[in-house]
């Protein structure tokens, strides 16, 4: 009685195996920890693995035809990799942060390894491809036409937008009346149906491209004169809109001596494999070069070229002050703000708020246009509001003034919005509590408020800290670096480091991508070791108040 009365008694269980579960079916091992694939699951497990497979044929065809077998088994081991991670029911998290670590290896790490590789290089305009491209382009661009050579009737052409697309010839051959398509890859002939021609030689229409009318020729003239055509005794060049002819190259390449000979002046440009160039005797360089490492010369240049390391420190000097200025100032105006409206004795607080995150919802590109038409000195609304005559871009300081003026504005609803929502997590009971104990509002904030905030927002404002050292747009689209010194027209008041680099880098003289990705890396390197000082403090900030 008793038995029956206290219920079924518990399963018992033996050493190592599993408890008894009366009146249960059992549920085999081998599906226990599974769930059933339903068909839209497989349906879609299809489809991205099919995508990926798509991917990796489409990438795979450019790897083999340059050669670069390592990255072509990289390429087929990860995508062998992807496919049997999820065609196993093994490895559950890893299905989930295998697609995450993808693409932070393919947009994160893969970038920043890049340009750190590109900063030991000369690559730029000039030096992008080998010294056999070099000297093709070399000799091409020298071609001159001589007394007996062969002319074209010329069409120009396109396989596409006339306006935009890339240019082709269309040549007849005067003595055959056959018809080629020449580019920068060479001439290639056109099956005689696939063209039609005009009494006259020239090309009317061409199956597969568009032919330019006189009109439409005449606004791409400049292309037209630049496109070079290599053939095998020299190169193509256009003669006007309708004819062009088969030039011989003035300046040849000698394998002997490793230069490049001008036939009609007798100069010599002997290759400089340090530098990617052919140098003359005098020091005069050839614009095609080709790509080099050149091992820490471009790091070697910020500091020890007059021209560069002088305005560098300077500029330094302020991208630290606008910086911390620009974050600064809006956590500042942004918190007051918030505490204004955190206040319990404050009305219409939701429409406030609305007015307020208005600089924050307009798009910042046209906002600082509109501000720097707002400095104007003659029309400007300020000079106009306030009857000034301040020329705001022309001296250094009322400038710089200027461009953190805007910055406050454009910044301070975002510091608004954290600070009002830090703001919020913080319990009442802690500030009522120092009032209790006799503490001011300030002492109060001081000693409560603020910490609890700064304990919450420090990584924001470093991470605030961090754009606002690399904002370009801020300085570009209102003061464009301005003004510049008399002496020195490349490095102005206003300029940071990254639109000076992009001044430097890619001015007038043509880019100069690896100098730039050495300046990006002193660039990188000051804001890492910025941000790791200032999370540790933060760090040590959180195991105070904690």
């Not at 991205?48 to 790897?63: K, M, Q, S, V, Y």
């Not at 330094?316 to 100032?329: E, K, M, P, R, V």
């Not at 660039?523 to 900030?541: G, K, N």
Request: aromatic share 10%; with cysteine; proline share 5%.
């Amino acid at each position: 009685m008793s038995a029956s009365l206290s219920g079924p008694e518990p399963a018992t269980q033996a050493p190592g195996r599993e408890p008894v579960r009366r009146g249960l079916p059992r549920t085999p091992a081998t599906t226990r920890h599974h769930a059933p694939i339903t068909a839209t699951g497989l349906v879609v497990k299809v489809i991205l693995l099919g995508l990926a497979a798509g991917i990796a044929i489409w990438a795979a065809f450019p790897l083999v035809e340059a050669g670069h077998w390592i990255g072509l088994a990289i390429l087929a081991a990860t995508t062998a990799g992807l496919f049997y991670l999820y065609l196993t029911r093994r490895h559950i998290p890893a299905k989930y942060l295998v697609p995450g670590t993808l693409f932070l290896i393919a947009f994160q790490i893969f970038p920043v390894l890049y340009t750190a590789s590109t900063a030991f290089t000369n690559f730029g305009d000039g030096h992008r491809g080998s010294k056999d491209e070099a000297i093709v382009a070399i000799q091409t661009s020298s071609v001159k036409q001589v007394p007996g050579s062969t002319e074209y009737s010329l069409a120009i052409a396109t396989q596409g937008d006339p306006a935009s697309d890339a240019l082709v010839f269309l040549l007849t051959d005067p003595k055959t009346r056959e018809v080629s398509v020449g580019d920068a890859d060479g001439l290639r002939k056109l099956d005689a149906g696939q063209v039609t021609v005009s009494p006259t030689g020239k090309v009317t229409a061409a199956d597969g491209y568009t032919v330019l009318n006189f009109g439409q020729a005449s606004v791409r003239s400049k292309e037209i004169t630049d496109l070079i055509v290599p053939t095998s005794g020299g190169a193509i060049r256009s003669n006007g809109l309708s004819r062009a002819y088969e030039g011989t190259a003035v300046r040849a390449y000698d394998a002997d001596c490793d230069c490049i000979k001008d036939s009609e002046t007798g100069r010599t440009w002997t290759a400089d494999e340090a530098t990617g160039s052919f140098v003359a005797a005098d020091g005069e360089r050839l614009a095609q070069g080709w790509k080099v490492n050149v091992g820490l010369t471009n790091f070697t240049r910020v500091l020890t070229d007059d021209n560069i390391s002088g305005p560098f420190l300077g500029t330094l000097i302020w991208n630290f002050a606008f910086a911390i200025a620009s974050t600064g100032g809006t956590f500042v105006l942004g918190l007051l703000i918030a505490l204004a409206l955190h206040s319990p004795r404050m009305r219409g607080t939701n429409l406030y708020r609305v007015l307020l995150i208005l600089p924050y919802a307009m798009p910042s590109f046209a906002m600082l246009m509109v501000w720097r038409d707002m400095f104007n000195t003659d029309f400007g609304l300020l000079n106009n509001l306030f009857g000034l005559g301040v020329d705001w871009f022309g001296g250094s300081w009322t400038a710089r003034f200027a461009v953190i003026l805007v910055q406050l504005w454009l910044g301070y609803p975002y510091m608004f919005l954290v600070a009002t929502g830090a703001l919020q997590a913080i319990p009442r009971e802690l500030t009522e509590a120092t009032s209790v104990d006799g503490a001011s509002p300030w002492q109060s904030f001081r000693a409560v408020t603020l910490p609890l905030l700064l304990v919450a927002l420090s990584p924001l404002l470093i991470s605030s800290f961090a754009y606002n050292f690399n904002n370009f747009n801020a300085i570009y689209l209102t003061t464009e670096g301005a003004p510049f010194p008399a002496d020195n027209p490349t490095n102005g008041a206003t300029d940071l480091l990254i639109t000076y680099t992009y001044r430097l880098a890619f001015g007038a003289q043509g880019a100069e991508f690896g100098f730039a990705a050495a300046i990006s890396l002193f660039i990188f390197t000051i804001v890492a070791v910025v941000s790791a000082v200032s999370f540790r403090r933060t760090r040590r900030q959180e195991e105070v108040y904690s």
